[in-house]
């Protein structure tokens, strides 16, 4: 790990990966605030939810395109590109003066994100290989998490200002983007100068990577209940205040980073299937303990579950996008991986909201977990691989 950071790439691509936690849940905490403020626009309450998931709706329609487009003419560009376009878009909403313009802003935030995982990802592909790829994956949840923390508590804090306070956060992205103009290799080539027969791709890693694509697409479908609505949930148990979704948002990314930090080991131990089937049971816990006892303590430790979870889901995920695909199609494969990741964030709310409206919270919270149950027997059965040199025991 400490020979991965030493490594002025690794770097650049973790502060670029620190980016796309922030794309959604960083206004979580305001929604309630910002509602307020464009009150009296027409569904105000349905547009300022949709602030949060709108970025996902551009990432899932383009990350393909994306992903392919890094393949053909190059993945450095396209990053650097896509973080700059970050930054303004980010902080577009500071200023523009209706709900629906900010909404407008965020739909160009989402085609930034969808340059810049695509991209990002892919280069992790061709820069690290086997086990290294692996440690890796692991610490770049644990440092978006850890960044992440300290950056959703910050914006928690700013909401209790202003709801629009929180929209500046988004300018780090320029302060980013030097760093990755100089420390990534100006001589990344396109999937036409890379080998085909020199791919490790597997023989059928279409079929997995269908598998993988539709059990992402349902992991965020279920995962962004919380950014989404938290804050009605929390004021539902007598906790309104921002600062208190600041901190159940905050306990989740603390218990993914701390996670994550281990997911290489936990790989090695449980094979590509039994990782995030210990992953989709994390965040089944957590759902099911916001259902049967809604008070603010056991919902922060229901969080803590849900971000364990995502700790080893998300590395497995995206390692699987590009450890399976061949090395000229890992922009592809990681644009697939990408686009049910948002598509699943961007239909969360509609698929939650008139679940609470007719169930209530728990109801919705114990179904939920149910589903994620159900989902953690379908990875282990279905993602099992005849040969999985990555379950092998952890040498004494």
Same mark, same amino acid.
């Given at each position: 790990?400490?020979?991965?950071?030493?490594?002025?790439?690794?770097?650049?691509?973790?502060?670029?990966?620190?980016?796309?936690?922030?794309?959604?849940?960083?206004?979580?905490?305001?929604?309630?605030?910002?509602?307020? %403020?464009?009150?009296?626009?027409?569904?105000?309450?349905?547009?300022?939810? =949709?602030?949060?998931?709108?970025?996902?709706?551009?990432?899932?329609?383009?990350?393909?395109?994306?992903?392919?487009?890094?393949? %053909?003419?190059?993945?450095?560009?396209?990053?650097?590109?896509?973080?700059?376009?970050?930054?303004?878009? !980010?902080?577009?909403?500071?200023?523009?003066?209706?709900?629906?313009?900010?909404?407008?802003?965020?739909?160009?935030? !989402?085609?930034?994100?969808?340059?810049?995982?695509?991209?990002? $990802?892919?280069?992790?592909?061709?820069?690290?290989?086997?086990?290294?790829?692996?440690?890796? +994956?692991?610490?770049?949840?644990?440092?978006?998490?850890?960044?992440?923390?300290?950056?959703?508590? =910050?914006?928690? *804090?700013?909401?209790?200002?202003?709801?629009? #306070?929180?929209? #500046?956060?988004?300018?780090?992205?320029? @302060? /980013?983007?030097?760093?990755?103009?100089?420390?990534?290799?100006?001589?990344?080539?396109?999937?036409?100068?890379?080998?085909?027969?020199?791919?490790? !791709?597997?023989?059928? *890693?279409?079929?997995?990577?269908?598998?993988?694509?539709?059990?992402?697409?349902?992991?965020? =479908?279920?995962?962004?209940?919380?950014? $989404?609505?938290?804050?009605?949930?929390?004021?539902?148990?007598?906790?309104?205040?921002?600062?208190?979704?600041? +901190?159940? +948002?905050?306990?989740?990314?603390?218990?993914?980073?701390?996670?994550?930090?281990?997911?290489?080991? @936990?790989? +090695?131990?449980?094979?590509?299937?039994?990782?995030?089937?210990?992953?989709?049971? &994390?965040?089944?816990? &957590?759902?099911?303990?916001?259902?049967?006892?809604?008070?603010?303590?056991?919902?922060?430790?229901?969080?803590?579950?849900?971000?364990?979870?995502?700790?080893?889901?998300?590395?497995?995920?995206?390692?699987?996008?590009?450890?399976?695909?061949?090395?000229?199609? %890992? &922009?592809?494969?990681?644009?697939?991986?990408?686009?049910?990741?948002? =598509?699943?964030?961007?239909?969360?709310?509609?698929?939650?909201?008139?679940?609470?409206?007719?169930?209530? /919270?728990?109801?919705?919270?114990?179904?939920?977990?149910?589903?994620?149950?159900?989902?953690?027997?379908?990875?282990?059965?279905?993602? %099992?691989?005849?040969?999985?040199?990555?379950?092998?025991?952890?040498?004494?």
């Amino acid at each position: 790990m400490l020979s991965l950071l030493k490594d002025s790439r690794a770097v650049a691509l973790l502060l670029a990966a620190s980016l796309t936690i922030l794309s959604n849940s960083l206004i979580s905490p305001s929604l309630p605030g910002i509602e307020a %403020r464009f009150a009296d626009e027409e569904n105000a309450a349905l547009l300022a939810r =949709l602030l949060v998931t709108a970025p996902s709706l551009m990432v899932a329609i383009l990350a393909p395109f994306a992903g392919a487009l890094a393949d %053909r003419f190059g993945r450095r560009l396209q990053l650097l590109a896509g973080v700059a376009l970050f930054a303004i878009a !980010g902080t577009a909403g500071l200023y523009l003066p209706t709900l629906k313009l900010v909404l407008f802003s965020r739909l160009f935030l !989402g085609v930034a994100v969808a340059m810049i995982m695509t991209a990002q $990802t892919a280069l992790i592909g061709d820069y690290f290989k086997g086990e290294k790829r692996g440690t890796f +994956m692991g610490l770049q949840i644990a440092a978006t998490n850890f960044g992440g923390l300290i950056l959703l508590m =910050l914006a928690g *804090w700013l909401a209790a200002f202003s709801p629009l #306070a929180p929209f #500046a956060i988004y300018g780090i992205a320029l @302060v /980013y983007l030097p760093i990755m103009m100089l420390t990534l290799e100006k001589s990344d080539r396109s999937a036409s100068q890379i080998e085909p027969a020199a791919s490790e !791709g597997e023989a059928n *890693w279409v079929a997995t990577l269908v598998l993988v694509v539709l059990l992402a697409g349902l992991c965020f =479908l279920c995962f962004y209940l919380l950014p $989404t609505q938290a804050p009605y949930f929390l004021a539902s148990i007598n906790h309104p205040e921002p600062q208190a979704a600041g +901190m159940l +948002m905050g306990a989740m990314t603390l218990a993914g980073g701390i996670v994550s930090l281990f997911f290489g080991r @936990v790989r +090695m131990r449980l094979g590509r299937s039994g990782t995030p089937a210990l992953g989709f049971l &994390g965040f089944a816990t &957590g759902f099911y303990l916001f259902g049967i006892a809604p008070s603010f303590a056991l919902t922060l430790i229901g969080a803590a579950f849900i971000g364990a979870g995502g700790g080893l889901l998300m590395p497995t995920f995206l390692g699987l996008a590009v450890g399976i695909a061949p090395a000229h199609r %890992r &922009g592809l494969a990681a644009g697939a991986i990408t686009t049910s990741i948002f =598509l699943g964030q961007f239909l969360s709310p509609f698929a939650s909201t008139p679940l609470i409206a007719s169930l209530g /919270y728990a109801t919705t919270f114990l179904a939920t977990g149910a589903l994620l149950t159900l989902l953690a027997l379908v990875a282990l059965i279905g993602l %099992r691989a005849p040969r999985d040199p990555a379950a092998r025991p952890l040498p004494v």
